[in-house]
Every structure is written in C-alpha cells, then in structure tokens.
C-alpha cells in the first residue's frame, strides 16, 4: 500500500509539473486549431499505450460518424503526430512521431480527435515510466548472485529483418531495451516472477547498439537494484554489409579533396574530425592499417567522424564514406550502400598527427597565455592552458596544451622535454615580467649613481668657497 501510495503521490507531482509548461509550436498546429466541432458526448478513446519507439496505439468507440481528424501531444501539450486520412472507429489506430535519444521520446501522450472526445486522458509512455522507476527511486544496490541467473536478460539479433528478441528466465520489476541513442525500444512491468520474453523488437536504422536490461526492485519497492543487461554492438554488422555490394569499397581515392579534417584536443591526444560534403544520408567510419581487413575504429552516421590519432601505431587510416545509404527490413543484405557509393581515403597517421598537433598549438597560442575559460585545468607547475613557457637549460620553448575531449588533464606540447625539473620554466609573462624588473633596476642604479655625483660636487664647492681648502675629488669608479 505504502509503495502504492509513492507511486500515485509521484505520478501526480509530475502531472501537475507537466500542466505548467508551454507547449512548442509545431507544422500541425493550424490543422488542430480549425477544428470547430462539437463535442461527442459518448465518443471514447481507450487502450492508449506505446506500442514501439515512435508509435502509440488506441481505439476509438461511441463516435456518431467517423473522426476527420487525430493528433497526439506530449506532456507540454505540443503536437508531435497528426492523422487526417485512414481514420477508422473499430479496430487500433496507430500512430507515429519522430524519436531518437532519450530526450526526444515522449513522458506522457494524449490523444485528441475533431469531433472532440469526452474522455481523452494523459497515459504515461515509456519514458515516463522509465523515469518513475529509475529516477524517483532510493540508492540502487547489487542483485545476489541468484536474481543475476534468474532476471539477465538474452538478447536474441535477427539482423537481416532488423529485428532483435528478449528472453530471461523471469521478469523483473521493469524490463526495457534501448539503441545507442538511448532511445527506449522496448518497455514492460512485471509484480510477479514469470517468464519473461519480448519478441520482434525493431532496430532503429543505422543504430550501433542495442541492449536489454531487467531491473528489480528493493525494500518493498522504495529503491531499485542495479540493472542486469546484455548488449550486441552492430558497427560490425553495418560495415559488412556496406561493403558487401559489387566493388565496395574498392581502391583509396587518388584525390581527398572532398575529405575535410579539423584538430582538437592536446599533444598527448590528438582528436582528429573527419567530414565529407554529400546528400541523403551519409555515413563514415574507419580502419586502420588496411581497407578491407583493418580495425574498425569509429563509426558515424549524418555527422563528423571523430578519431583519437594518438594510440594509432598503423601508417596509415583510411576513412571511408558512403552517401545515400538505405536500411530495408528483410533485405539481402538490408543495409544498402549503392554500387560504388563507398569512398575510401587514406590518411598518413604521422602526416596527420603533425598537422593536428600545430593546429592544437596554434588554437591555444591566440589564448594569449590566459586560462581557458572552458577547461579550467593548468599543465604542472601551475601553468595555464595557452601559456608560452622558455625552459633555461635545454632553450627549448613549451606550450601548455588543453585536454582532448573526454579528458580533465592538460599536457605540455610542442617541445622535445617536457620535465620541468631540468631547468627553469618561466612562462612569456614571467619573462616579460623579469625584463621590465632588470630594466627599472638599471635604471634605478644609475639615477642613484648620478644622485651620488651631484651631491659630491655640491660638497665640493661648498668646501671650497667656504673655507679656502683644496678637496680631492673621489672618481666615479670609487663608487662602483
């Protein structure tokens, strides 16, 4: 009961949080606000729930005539489906709306329908309920040993029909799976230990991961337990069947003008980002040593490639690119680059590693030896990302790198040495700072040198009009 009575008080804050916000504009809104219908007494929308990624499905009874139009709206109350043709009143109606990562998949939908429904209420989605679970909860703790063997889901790949099953020896509290994008693929709850199996689950195109995870719950439901999951990695099973079409990928172009490369990171670790201008939907990744045969390293579908250089002993990285890529449930294979679509280009690793490792000094030498506001981290010595540092025993010149992405730790570059205790580090503040220091100082001593002179030669001929007395002068030297 106590469980219970969380569960409905949380469900009600959130609501109630809900309620509060705005809704966002969207291409359906004019559509929606044109419907000027009365109201259908007796017209009800029932068995709401998610029923894939991006869809929901509902039933419609009680309607005089048949709706012209349905929509559905997330909890800010914006429009993120709309229907106006296949509308019927017997049967489920399903509809979709875009979704990809977890911020993008709705906490709560409602469906609306012109006429208007006396009764179309808020249902929680998925993640929403996902939320409930995991982010309202007490501390999570391990699962024994027994609910490891009992709860671990299997996941089960079915890659030609883009498709993957879920199987454990019993259910748990909350069963779910999600893609690379953290985007919830599949979601259930259970009270009671039954055998678990979710079957045809879809793979969201281009994915390059997918898991399955139980999580139980803990002291009567108050806190949960750390999740159980399987995952199955598919960069693998893209790239094979991107170059499984006639001469893909073929030879290493002979001109990598249409490669674009940019540097980020420090000397130590040296990012490098790799672009191709195209249409439709391109995606890259690369190997390392050979075309056909290297380690795959990296994989990106729509955006810049990134690729750590620095760990990479091979001569040479090729970057392949393919544009126009497509994803056909049942195909042979279903991921489709056209016939000599795939471009390979060869990049020189030691070539690239020089070039990124200029660009990175020359980014942070316009810092003009002020801490990046960004980073926030300093090289040993208390020495600040950009800062120009002069080492006195071996006349080399350093520069204090940033991290590379990912990374807290900022590096020395640009120099052979790089142990600041073989010499003197000063950075150019420090030197500039040094030289105005022996500048004023000089300056200072031969003010007072000449201060000396003049109060010498006023004793002088104070003496020697005073009282007829020769007085030997002492020379400059003498005060030197």
Known sequence: MTTTLLRRSIAALLLSTVSAQSAESSQWDAQVASCTAITENSGDIYDVSQTGFNSVGFKLRGYSTTPTAVWLKNEEGTVIAYADTGLATTGTITMTYAASGDTSQPLTVHVQTCPNSYN??????WAGIYEDVTAYKGAATEPTAGEVSAHTPTLTLDWQNQEFDVSATYTAALNYAK?????????????????????????PALTTSISACATLDDNNGLDRKNPLCDEENLVGQIVTDLENR?????????????????????????????????????????????????AVLGFAKGEMLSIELSPIADAKLYVFSCCGVTVTAGNTPPVDCPDSSLKAFEVDVAAAKEAGTLEIAAALASKSGTQSSDLQVFCTGGYAVGEYVVNTTTSQNCT????????????????????????????????IAIGCITIAAGAIAIAAVCWCMLQKRAAKVAKATGTGTQVQITTLANYT
Do not use: K
């Open 246 to 294: 006639g001469t893909n990928p073929g030879a290493a172009q002979t001109d990598n003008a249409p490669l674009t490369t940019t540097y980020s990171g420090s000397a130590s670790a040296i990012m490098a980002r790799f672009g191709v201008t195209g249409t439709d939907t391109c995606v890259m990744y690369a190997r390392s040593g050979t075309i056909g045969a290297g």
């Open 400 to 431: 204090c790198l940033g991290p590379a992405d990912g990374e807290v730790v900022a590096d020395w570059g640009d120099c052979t040495s790089t142990d600041e205790d073989s010499g003197v580090w000063w950075t150019q503040g420090q030197v």
């Open 120 to 125: 179309s209420t808020n249902v929680r989605a």
């Open 179 to 203: 893609d690379a994008s953290g985007t919830l693929l599949s979601l259930t709850q259970s009270d009671t230990d039954v055998a678990s199996a979710v079957n045809d689950i879809n793979i």
